[in-house]
């Protein structure tokens, strides 16, 4: 099974901007659905944002939507997250996930995840 690597996480201020990157590599990706999940020390694991397989539809967490944005390259089979404005309490890892039964919000619908990348956000 294809992994899929999250890169793009460092420490950043404030209201910084920052972008993720998932590779995928692989024909799976053109069926998947496409996530981003965030995991704070002692919380617990909570969607930011889902592109579908044909990126025509999007979700979001309500307090990312206007500053963050998804997307997918399919010729690079990459998705993308850029994140705007960045917030301290949104320090966290960062997951990019895979799902095969539609866009959805939920971890337990995704089947394949990364290793995650660390954001840091100072005040």
């Known amino acids: 099974q294809a992994r899929l690597t999250e890169s793009g996480g460092r420490s950043v201020q404030t209201g910084d901007s920052l972008k993720l990157t998932c590779a995928y590599p692989?024909?799976?990706?053109?069926?998947?659905?496409m996530g981003w999940f965030r995991q704070a020390p002692g919380k617990e694991l909570e969607f930011v944002a889902a592109i579908s397989w044909d990126g025509s539809t999007v979700k979001y967490l309500d307090s990312v939507e206007d500053r963050f944005t998804i997307s997918r390259d399919s010729g690079k089979n990459m998705v993308l997250l850029q994140m705007n404005s960045l917030k301290p309490e949104e320090t966290a890892t960062y997951y990019c996930?895979?799902?095969?039964?539609?866009?959805?919000?939920?971890?337990?619908?995704?089947?394949?995840w990364g290793q995650g990348t660390q954001v840091t956000v100072s005040s």
């Open positions: 996930a895979a799902a095969f039964t539609g866009i959805s919000n939920t971890p337990d619908k995704f089947e394949s």
């Open positions: 692989g024909r799976a990706f053109t069926l998947a659905a």
